[in-house]
């Protein structure tokens, strides 16, 4: 354990609530699928309990029984997204259940459980050494993907410094070479979420607040922002079948 960090101060949120469409399940939410054996949002919840976090908060809404009964006898806390407004909403709602000695919280999706597997702990432990050591408000993994098709890039100024996280659909085609991507793990600090989350504009496509907003925020109001680059490291978000087929290959790689 490392003893930089201060593991009782850190809450996790973990996003739970999406509908999931694409996995084409009914009367449970994709979180629950199982993945090397147990439901895929029971390995982060582990993850975060061998590390001591102060508190572990399941954002809950599509099937919301279903993530309840996979995590029953767990010590977790549910806060129910009543209506899935996006990612950006869904982080506010984990935040109006956080105690109030957490000063730091980890926001992460509930079906990216390869990231956290025992293997890679290592990396995660870095990111939060990272941001504690740092003093920073945000501070974000990055990995690296070969085909990094639809997914979001990180833009970097000619220092390194991080500029803009760009969606597939809004980059230029000298962006979309960027291998650079966000696999959706953040630190934040609890002011910085309390300052900003009520900032966050709707989308006006989709009518919905995205968590990567935060970051977009956060740069253009020159706050403290740090990532880790953590390279080709294992990940999988699994939104269809054959994603979660590839993630269990990739669990046991």
């Excluded at 010590?75 to 909403?89: D, M, S």
């Excluded at 956290?116 to 945000?138: D, G, N, P």
Aim: proline residues 3%; aromatic residues 8%; glycine residues 8%.
């Amino acid at each position: 354990m490392n003893n930089l960090v201060d593991y009782t101060s850190l809450g996790g949120i973990i996003l739970a609530a999406g509908k999931g469409k694409r996995m084409n399940v009914s009367e449970r939410n994709k979180v629950t699928m199982p993945l090397a054996n147990k439901p895929m949002v029971l390995h982060i919840v582990h993850f975060m309990q061998s590390l001591n976090f102060g508190a572990i908060i399941l954002v809950v809404g599509h099937e919301k029984a279903s993530v309840e009964r996979a995590l029953e006898g767990e010590k977790v806390i549910f806060a129910e997204q009543i209506e899935q407004l996006g990612t950006g909403n869904a982080v506010q709602t984990g935040m109006s259940v956080l105690p109030k000695n957490i000063k730091n919280v980890l926001v992460v999706y509930g079906d990216d459980a390869v990231l956290y597997s025992e293997k890679q702990r290592v990396i995660i432990e870095k990111l939060f050494e990272k941001h504690f050591m740092t003093s920073s408000q945000v501070t974000f993994l990055t990995i690296e993907q070969e085909n990094p098709f639809a997914l979001g890039r990180i833009i970097r100024d000619e220092n390194g410094k991080v500029i803009a996280m760009v969606e597939e659909k809004d980059a230029t085609e000298e962006q979309r070479k960027v291998t650079e991507i966000n696999p959706g793990c953040f630190v934040f600090t609890v002011d910085f979420l309390k300052k900003y989350l009520p900032q966050i504009k709707k989308s006006p496509v989709t009518g919905e607040y995205y968590i990567n907003s935060l970051i977009d925020l956060a740069i253009a109001n020159n706050e403290h922002v740090e990532t880790l680059q953590g390279g080709k490291l294992l990940w999988r978000g699994v939104n269809t079948p054959e994603e979660l087929k590839l993630a269990e290959q990739l669990f046991y790689q």
